[in-house]
């Protein structure tokens, strides 16, 4: 019987190969995800480690944050981008999850990323989530919230308005297309709390300011920020 399970279990790996979200060689049967060597190879950035690190320093006199990384660097070209891509655009949320237990695995060595209360992940619009069928964030933070085992409050912040793609603007035209984009529902079950906000890739860091002032603005008592890369 276990001949059999063995030689079924093989097939299925011949006709439906698990490859690795990074460069896309086969999985070793104890790897998930992500190859070994992906993993040790992926550029991170240690800013967990350092409360003056560029992404805090990014959004300094922007909001009010008690501390604010991202885990690795993005460039184009790299194996970040590809596990992005596959994250964002191939429907991978195992690639979100894991990434988001990783990330949990930093924060939980830093001293800027005790007691929090909730994490909120960076909304969707209704309408892209539809299309897309779920919302990357979402996927990060839960992988985050197994690590910490804190709970992920998914439908508080809400993305009121769809915005056209910000890659090629400047800080203060995102800043500008951002106002009055996200909004707080039930914000007395945040008050006094401490949020991590989650998102994928932290560019200018127009949407997280967005959404970091919205739940400010709701009475929450200190906001801390984490994403899976920043992009230099």
């Given amino acids: 019987m276990q001949l059999l399970q063995r030689l079924a279990t093989d097939m299925v790996g011949l006709l439906f190969p698990n490859l690795c979200n990074g460069c896309g060689l ?19 950035t240690d800013f967990h480690l350092h409360s003056d690190n560029r992404v805090a320093k990014q959004l300094w006199a922007r909001l009010p944050f008690e501390a604010a990384m991202a885990m690795l660097y993005f460039k184009k070209g790299t194996k970040v981008q590809q596990l992005i891509h596959n994250l964002k655009y191939n429907g991978k949320t195992e690639v979100g999850h894991h990434l988001g237990n990783l990330l949990g695995e930093k924060l939980v060595l830093s001293v800027n990323y005790k007691a929090i209360d909730y994490i909120i992940p960076v909304p969707l619009h209704p309408k892209k989530e539809r299309t897309r069928g779920y919302n990357q964030s979402v996927c990060i933070a839960d992988g985050i919230a197994e690590v910490l085992a804190v709970p992920v409050h998914k439908t508080l912040l809400v993305r009121k308005k769809i915005t ?41 860091g127009a949407t997280l300011e967005a959404c970091g002032n919205s739940l400010i603005a709701g009475g929450i008592k200190k906001l801390s920020i984490a994403g899976i890369a920043f992009a230099q």
């Fill in 26 to 44: 086969t999985l070793y049967p104890t790897e998930k995800v992500i190859c070994t060597h992906c993993l040790y190879d992926l550029p991170y």
């Fill in 164 to 204: 056209e793609t910000q890659t090629r603007k400047s800080r203060f035209i995102r800043y500008e297309n951002m106002l009055s984009v996200f909004e707080l529902l039930e914000p007395e079950q945040l008050i006094n709390k401490h949020v991590l906000l989650v998102d994928d890739v932290i560019t200018t």
